[in-house]
């Protein structure tokens, strides 16, 4: 997860916009997550196939937490955070 | 920086989102941020915290007087929008302003506590409780929502606002009272007066000037 602002350390997964499987491209929001009042929409830097989910909705996760994998084109693998 | 300051006056909700989002999408690509003004017919939304619970009212009863119930992705829980109450949808990069989710809101509140400065009215912050509020009675509800870094949803201030719509809601999940302008002067005061001293103290508080 992304810095989101000065002492905001963590916040609650709202929602994912993509499943494991699905292709994106780069900067396409791939999940929103949830502070106490504000939504924040995280998207990937990289294009390619999802290859896995590492965090569910309703759970808290801190900045810099790994939320996703994505298979690159280029096959190898990144991690979104 | 100049901003952009469109008064939609009284529109419904899911019009207004769509406005939000087409602004949004406008800012993103460098147009001058905006902001958006207006009042919505009587409307509870649900932020993504939002709990069922915190709505009093059964969806029947809702149905009866004709009060939609939607969800939304804004933060925070459930707040209630009415005629009387000033919406202001702020449509801005916050990679202006440092990409800080907190300070936006900060700055938000700072807005309605300089507005209502302007009437001789005392607000404050209450710590853990975004919002703008007048002794232990909200006045200002605020929640947001980011993609890209361009904000929109924003803040409601109750100016004239029928309190007793409030019945239907615990707001924001917090079992707190509501307050409005009017009452606390103990006088009406319509919306109109109010928006001019808004968007001045908008303006203000993010280095801008009103455009065309």
Partial sequence: MPELGEDIEKATVACFHYNIGDHVNADDDIVEVVTDKATFNVPTNVSGDISNILVAVGQEIEVGQVIACIDEEKNYESEIQ | ?212
Wanted: charge should be neutral.
């Fill in chain 2, 1 to 212: 920086m100049n901003c952009k300051v469109i008064d939609l006056g009284i529109i419904d909700y899911k019009e207004a989102y769509a406005l939000q989002q087409k602004y949004a999408k406008e800012v993103l690509d460098g147009s001058d941020q905006v902001l958006i003004l207006c009042e919505h017919p009587t409307v509870l939304t649900m932020g993504r915290l939002a709990k069922e619970s915190n709505v009093l009212y059964s969806k029947d009863k809702l149905k009866e007087i004709g009060v939609d119930v939607l969800g939304i992705d804004r933060g925070g829980d459930v707040t209630l929008h009415a005629k009387g109450q000033l919406v202001a949808y702020p449509i801005l990069n916050l990679a202006n302003y440092g990409k800080d989710l907190r300070k936006y809101l900060f700055k938000l509140e700072q807005v309605v506590i300089d507005l209502l400065s302007d009437f001789d009215i005392v607000a404050n912050r209450l710590s853990g409780k975004t919002g703008a509020w007048v002794g232990d009675k909200k006045i200002a509800s605020i929640g947001i929502g980011v993609r890209k870094w361009v904000s929109i949803h924003g803040l409601a201030l109750n100016v004239n606002t029928d309190l007793n719509h409030f019945a239907m809601i615990n707001p924001c999940g917090l079992n707190v009272s509501m307050t409005s302008v009017s009452q606390v002067l103990g006088r009406d005061i319509e919306i109109n007066e109010v928006k001019q001293v808004l968007i001045d103290c908008f303006c203000s508080q993010f280095g801008m000037k009103k455009g065309q």
